[in-house]
Structure formats: structure tokens, C-alpha cells
Nanobody, 124 residues
Framework: QVLLAESGGGSVQSGGSLRLSCVASEYIYGAYCMAWFRQGAGAEREGVASIEADLRTSYADSVKGRFTISQDNAKNTVFLQMNNLKPEDSAMYYC??????????????????WGQGVQVSVSS
């Protein structure tokens, strides 16, 4: 059982930045595609960004140019740097691990492990 623990959520004003971190309980980055999802109030969970073992990344159109996903294998950690945040980015953000992403954001059904989520709130 792989455990994923997120941190770094919080409240910021529009235009601000946050950096989310996700630490895995064991080394998985060579075998899994890591991703960030988010779920706003009353909305479905959606993929935001993913990074594969070969460091290829994918992003949702809504965050391209503002969010950056990266990983530090030595620390078993994946990051999501979020810049120029907008109120519509407000959501619960989840770290996820999927066996494969296929050069695109994985669907939720493909995710093998989920973190507990962190709240991001952006005020206008």
C-alpha cells in the first residue's frame, strides 16, 4: 500500500502563488505516473497535471503556462507550483499515482493511489 501525503495548500489572493508537495511512502516514481487532480465544490474531479517516469509532463488547458509539475526522486516528492492563481482554481487538490499516463492526463479510473487532499482557496 503506497501512501501519498500532500501539503502546501492554503488561501491566497488572485494572482498569488502556492506550491503543493506530495511525499510518497516508498519510491514509486520509476514505476508510476504521478499526477495532480482537483475537485471544486459541486464539480467532478479533474486532472490538472501529470509527470511520467521519463519526466514528460501534461497539463490541463486551464492551467497551462501557470502551473508546473516536477519531482524530486531523492525525496520521493512531487510538486505542483501554481502561479497567477485565479478564483476558479479554488478546489481540493489531490496527489495521485497511476501505472501509466500515456502522455496525457490520466482518467480518475486509472489512478491506483490517492492522497488525502489539500484545500486551495483563491479570493478575488
Amino acid at each position: 500500500q503506497v501512501l501519498l501525503a500532500e501539503s502546501g495548500g492554503g488561501s491566497v489572493q488572485s494572482g498569488g502563488s502556492l506550491r503543493l508537495s506530495c511525499v510518497a511512502s516508498e519510491y514509486i516514481y520509476g514505476a508510476y505516473c504521478m499526477a495532480w487532480f482537483r475537485q471544486g465544490a459541486g464539480a467532478e474531479r479533474e486532472g490538472v497535471a501529470s509527470i511520467e517516469a521519463d519526466l514528460r509532463t501534461s497539463y490541463a488547458d486551464s492551467v497551462k503556462g501557470r502551473f508546473t509539475i516536477s519531482q524530486d526522486n531523492a525525496k520521493n516528492t512531487v510538486f505542483l507550483q501554481m502561479n497567477n492563481l485565479k478564483p476558479e482554481d479554488s478546489a481540493m487538490y489531490y496527489c495521485a499515482a497511476a501505472p501509466v499516463c500515456g502522455s496525457e492526463l490520466p482518467p480518475t479510473i486509472a489512478v491506483g493511489y490517492w492522497g488525502q487532499g489539500v484545500q486551495v482557496s483563491v479570493s478575488s
